[in-house]
C-alpha cells in the first residue's frame, strides 16, 4: 500500500514537474487574451495558420525594446506564409507601470505593431508556457487545431542588431516547418529581463 | 618648502589616480571573463548578473553590499557582472554607482551571442536577470531569481563550513 502511494506521488510530482514549462513536442494550451485593440485573441481564431511564432515581450524591458523592430519584420515576412506572431506581455503591471495595458497601446501604436499585442492578465499563459524572461519565443506547429511546440528560445544570437546576428533561429526554424522539416536548432538561450509577478 | 609643496602634489596626484583607478569599469568579452567562474582557491566568489535598468536586480544590490561588508574579515569576492549596453556605459555606470553607494567591483560583459556563452555560466540559467552563482572551488550554488541576503549569507556559510 505504501509503495503504491509513493508511486502515485511519485508520478504526481513528475507530471508537475512537466506542467512547470513545455518543452519540444509537447502540445501547447490555446489561450484567449485580450488584444490592444480590446479585443480577444486566441489561436484557434487563425483558421489558416500553419503555425505560430509565440514571443512574450513586454515595454520596459531593454532587449525586448531592441527586438521590436525585428519582430515587425518576422511578422510582415511570416505572418503571409501562414506563421503570424503573436506577443504577449507578460508582466504584472502593478509590478511595472510601463508594462500597464494603457502604455501596451501607446508601444504598439507608436511602433505601428503589425501583430496582436496580448496582455496576460492572470499571468496563466506564461506559467503554462514556461516563459521565463522577455523576450522569450514559443515557436508552434498547427495541425488539426492541435499545436505542437518545435522551437523555445531566442530570436536571433545578436540583441545588438539584426545586421551583426550571425544565426537567425526564428527564421531558420520557420523556414524548415514550411519545408515540412523539422528545425535544426530547438533551444537557445538568450539573456533577458525576467518576468515579473507577485 | 618648495619641497614638500612638490611632495604634496605627488601625494595629491597618487591618491586621485588611486581614486580613478579604483572606479575603472572594464569590459570584458564572455572567453576573457570565463575563468572568473573557475578559480580554484580558497576564496568564495559571489557573482551577480544585473543591470541598471532591471528593477529586481536593483532592489537586491544593497544585498551584496551588505555581504561585502559583513564579510570583510571573510575570503569573499563580490563581482557584479553589468549586462547593460548603450552609449556612454562607463560613465552611466559610474553615476549610478556613486548614487546608489555601490563599492562591490562592477564589470562590464558585451557578449551578445549569448546562446554560446550563458550555458558555460550554468546549465540550469536560461539568461534572465538578475542571476547569482556563488562558488568555492568546486562547490556552487546558483541563484536564477532575486536573493535576499539571508539566501546569500546561508549560501556562503554553508560553502565555508562545508570546506572546514
Known sequence: ?198 | MKFSVQFFLLILLLSTTKLVEAQEIKTYNFNELEPLFHYQNDTTYVINFWAMWCKPCVEELPYFEAIRKDYADKKIKVILVSLDFGKNLEERLNKFRKLRKVNAEIVVLDDPDADTWIRKVDEKWDGAIPATIIYKNDKKEVFTRQVSYKELAESIDKMNHQSN
Open chain 1, 1 to 198: 500500500m505504501k509503495r503504491i502511494i509513493s508511486l502515485g506521488l511519485f508520478i504526481l510530482a513528475t507530471i508537475g514537474l512537466n506542467a512547470q514549462s513545455y518543452q519540444i513536442g509537447d502540445k501547447a494550451a490555446d489561450f484567449k487574451l485580450k488584444n490592444v485593440d480590446g479585443k480577444y485573441v486566441s489561436l484557434s481564431d487563425y483558421k489558416d495558420a500553419k503555425g505560430f511564432i509565440v514571443i512574450f515581450t513586454c515595454n520596459h524591458c531593454p532587449f525586448s525594446v531592441a527586438y521590436e523592430d525585428r519582430i515587425i519584420k518576422l511578422d510582415r515576412k511570416y505572418k503571409t506564409k501562414g506563421f503570424p506572431v503573436i506577443a504577449i506581455n507578460p508582466n504584472d503591471p502593478e509590478l511595472f507601470e510601463s508594462d500597464s495595458f494603457e502604455n501596451m497601446i501607446k508601444r504598439s501604436n507608436k511602433k505601428g505593431f503589425t501583430f496582436p499585442y496580448l496582455i496576460d492578465e492572470t499571468q496563466d499563459v506564461y506559467r503554462k508556457y514556461g516563459a521565463t524572461k522577455t523576450p522569450h519565443v514559443f515557436i508552434l506547429s498547427t495541425k488539426n487545431g492541435k499545436h505542437t511546440v518545435e522551437y523555445i528560445g531566442a530570436i536571433d544570437n545578436n540583441y545588438k542588431g539584426a545586421d551583426q546576428a550571425t544565426k537567425h533561429y526564428i527564421k531558420d526554424a520557420v523556414d524548415a516547418l514550411l519545408q515540412n522539416k523539422k528545425p535544426m536548432v530547438t533551444t537557445t538561450k538568450a539573456i533577458g529581463c525576467s518576468i515579473k509577478s507577485k
